[in-house]
């Protein structure tokens, strides 16, 4: 039998999963129907079992007992990878959970496939981790060995918009210079590629990258910032000690808005610590809400709803986070300007990586003829205007926001390994 390769993006939030095939690159079903997959754990502590995706997010949202973790790429590169992990009785390593989930989706290919898949690209980021060159390469090793270690023999890497790059060009019909936006929950990356229906067969496409750039900010930071600006300062964040000489330690509050920080907080010593920021605190009614939402395990929940209200502000000018879990009938009110304020340093942080990007591939951005956007957070409309604004004279290509990487990478695996 002819081996079939495949392509995997692990994303910060969601994964797809896709098989090089004769006629073309094909994304395999990996939760029912879905082509996507949130890239979710929940290890449920009643059954001893492991669930992935919408799955597990639904079994910890009903309330069973277990740990559930979100946001795992964000911790390749990091001191976090070393932590352990509590699942019952015993300590878990971030990459054996990092593993499960890689094993999840080769699982899915093999069948797919009706044989055991060897070859596969993986899709990472520009940057794993910002400014630091050797943290960047050790995450790349860490989910190389990852893969490895669940059966995948011949490991390859590709950058996540270079892959959006070849699923965009697949559609192109003359040659053009294309700016490759792909902001995720957590990177934004950017390629300046020339696609054309003429070379897109050629091996070696070196010449036609004119940069690749990336910045670790997307959305799970939006979350994040939207969090400590409107919900945390409702469960004390920025409130004094009750003699007034400071305020309360900002960390607990980072974790708790930090879906990859969550569990740090779910521990006999967290928890002490907590009640001693809560005596000491001039609020301590206020600390009060943010220690049930510790005690209950509802972090992940109260990060959800968060994430929920920034998605429905894509479409209204008003959503509400309803705090009940703590306080019946407590919610908070979120305005688009109330997004735009919070993440506004961190969109700039994006822009100026954009402009970054056209300066170092010596481009102006009136030589871009196409800005091709894709990933999940394009879709926050301050981002997408400030984005676009970068470029008055190009046109606008909207791809499969949650399905050209993994696209990509599967045509780039078809490349690669024939
Ligand atoms: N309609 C929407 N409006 C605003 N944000 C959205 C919308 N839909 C999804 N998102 C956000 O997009 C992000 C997920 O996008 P995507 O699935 O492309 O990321 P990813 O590929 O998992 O991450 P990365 O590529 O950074 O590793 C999440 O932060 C999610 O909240
Ligand atoms: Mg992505």
Do not use: C
């Not at 920080?261 to 009640?275: G, W």
């Not at 001693?276 to 972090?299: K, S, T």
């Not at 920034?310 to 305005?335: C, F, H, N, Q, Y």
């Amino acid at each position: 039998m002819k081996p079939v390769s495949g392509g995997i993006d692990f994303g910060t939030s969601n994964s797809t999963a896709g098989l090089a095939a004769p006629d073309g690159p094909r994304l395999v079903a990996l939760e029912g129907d879905n082509l996507t997959i949130p890239s979710a754990v929940f290890f449920n502590f009643e059954d001893d079992r492991t669930y992935f995706g919408r799955r597990a997010i639904a079994d910890y949202t009903a309330g069973s007992e277990g740990r559930l973790l979100r946001a795992l790429k964000s911790v390749l590169g990091t001191s976090l990878i070393r932590e352990k992990t509590r699942i019952k009785a015993h300590q878990m390593a971030f990459t054996d959970i990092i593993g499960g989930f890689v094993s999840f989706l080769k699982q899915r290919l093999d069948e797919e496939a009706g044989q055991d898949v060897e070859n596969i690209v993986l899709g990472r980021p520009v940057h794993f981790v910002d400014d630091d060159a050797a943290a960047d390469a050790q995450a790349q090793s860490e989910l190389a060995a990852a893969a490895r270690s669940r059966g995948f023999r011949n490991i390859a890497f590709q950058f996540e918009p270079i892959a959006a790059a070849l699923d965009y060009e697949r559609n192109v019909q003359r040659e053009e210079l294309a700016f490759i936006v792909d902001m995720g929950g957590g990177t934004s990356d950017f390629s300046i590629v020339r696609v054309s229906p003429r070379r897109r067969a050629a091996a070696d496409r070196r010449d036609d990258i004119l940069a690749n750039a990336g910045v670790h900010v997307g959305g799970t930071d939006f979350d994040r910032l939207l969090s400590m600006r409107k919900v945390m300062p409702e469960l004390g964040y920025g409130t004094e000690t009750k003699d007034g000489k400071r305020n309360l330690p900002a960390a607990y509050f980072f974790d708790l808005a930090t879906w990859q920080r969550i569990n740090l907080l779910y521990t006999s010593r967290a928890m002490n610590e907590l009640r001693q920021v809560r005596y000491e605190a001039a609020r301590p009614d206020l600390v009060e809400r943010m220690i049930e939402i510790v005690r209950q395990r509802q972090g992940h929940a109260l990060a959800g709803k968060v994430e929920a209200a920034k998605i429905a502000l894509t479409d209204l000018p008003r959503a509400g986070i309803d705090l009940d879990m703590v306080e019946k009938g407590l919610s908070v009110d979120v305005t688009v300007a109330d997004l735009a304020g919070a993440i506004e340093t961190a969109v700039r942080r994006v822009t100026d990586t954009i402009a970054a990007t056209l300066t170092g591939a010596g481009v102006t951005a009136d030589r871009i003829d196409t800005v091709f956007l894709t990933g999940g957070s394009t879709a926050v409309p301050v981002v997408r205007q400030r984005v676009l604004s970068l470029f008055p004279s190009a046109r606008l290509v909207e791809g499969d926001l949650f399905g050209s990487v993994g696209t990509g990478l599967t045509i780039d695996a078809g490349r690669k390994f024939g």
